[in-house]
Every structure is written in C-alpha cells, then in structure tokens.
C-alpha cells in the first residue's frame, strides 16, 4: 500500500505561484510512476503532469513550461506551478502507479484557486 498527502494549495493572483508537494509513504519501491491531476466541479480527472524513475517528464499542452514536476526524493514529490491563470483554478490530486500499472493511488486533493 501507498499513501499520499499533499499540501500546499491556496488562493493566488493570477499571475503569481504556487508550489504544491506530496508526500509519499508505505510501499515506496513499488511506485514506478507519479503525477498531478486536476479536477474542477462537474468535470472529469484531467493530467497535469507525469515523471518516471528515471525523471522524465511528462505535460498537459495548457501548463507546459509554467509548471514543472520534480520528484526531490522517494518520499516528496513537488508541482512548481509559475504564471498562474484563473483557468488553473482546481482540485489537484497528487497519483502513483505501480510497476505494470497493478495498483494506482491517490492523495486526498489540495484545493488552488487563483484570481483577482
């Protein structure tokens, strides 16, 4: 089993930045991939970003190059998030995969609002 806890959303300018972070415990080896999702109300789960074992990374073409993902070590991951649009305004959930995709997991969410 995997847990995950995220922090650090809030209300923001558009504008401005935000710097979200998920902490990861339990059976850590097993993660082979994580990532941020986004949710608003009423809409569907949508991809922020994605990062592997080996760092590469992955994004939504709506938040390339305004947000970076790094995975500091095993156990934090972060979600850089710079030039922030009220369009970002969601839910974002912090998710791990495990090798072969057997097990997902999802944090609890963290709430980003960004307006004037």
């Known amino acids: 089993q995997v847990q995950l806890v995220e922090s650090g959303g809030g209300s923001v300018q558009p504008g401005g930045s935000l710097k979200l972070s998920c902490v990861v415990s339990?059976?850590?080896?097993?993660?082979?991939?994580m990532g941020w999702y986004r949710q608003t109300p009423g809409e569907q789960r949508d991809l922020v970003a994605l990062?592997?074992?080996?760092?590469?990374t992955k994004y939504a073409d709506s938040v390339r190059g305004r947000f970076t993902i790094a995975r500091d070590t095993a156990q934090n991951m972060n979600l850089q998030m710079n030039s922030l649009e009220p369009e970002d305004t969601a839910v974002y959930y912090c998710?791990?995969?495990?090798?072969?995709?057997?097990?997902?997991?999802w944090g609890q969410g963290t709430q980003v609002t960004v307006s004037s």
């Open positions: 998710n791990a995969v495990s090798r072969y995709g057997v097990n997902e997991y």
């Open positions: 990062i592997n074992l080996g760092n590469q």
């Open positions: 339990g059976d850590i080896a097993s993660i082979s991939l």
